[in-house]
């Protein structure tokens, strides 16, 4: 049996999406990939550095994403020491510094959370304010209908 009461993951690990525009250099995102991997420690039991992207628009020289677990007493150290290995895992690649695009931080515990927790039901209040606005679809409807009715 599951012993809810474990937490799950670690308070002081985190995942951290990098990324950088690519000025050109695009194509060496699966080498800084791999070079991310051999600065930064791997913790145990989680996932390689992997490539990422943005989830808003892609800059329009390309980009290099990474994806990867760190460890930090606080948010700021976690992205930190992200952006520090990714910097230095392109440089050392491209020989270029380059511009941040796109950081993203997610906290280790969430990234364990049960995902079969359904949410709460709606409120009587927000079922209610449903009922009303079927209501209100129906009477502009009717009014629509007798309107076009009366200008024929």
Known sequence: M????TPIGNEHEWVV????RAHGHGGSEARVVEEVEQI???????????????????????SI?????????????AVESALQAVNEAAFRITGERHLLWDVRLVPGTAVFARRDVQP??????????????????QSVKRDTQ???GSSA
């Open 65 to 77: 994403g990474v994806s990867c677990w760190v460890t930090g007493k606080s948010a700021g150290e």
């Open 120 to 137: 709460d039901p709606p409120s009587r209040l927000s079922r209610r304010k449903g009922r009303r606005m079927a209501m209100l679809r």
């Open 40 to 62: 930064l420690a791997r913790l145990p039991d989680r996932d390689r550095p992997r490539a990422t992207s943005s989830y808003d628009l892609q800059p329009p020289d390309g």
């Open 146 to 148: 007798r309107d076009s």
């Open 17 to 20: 999406d990098v990324v950088l």
């Open 2 to 5: 599951t012993d809810f009461g």
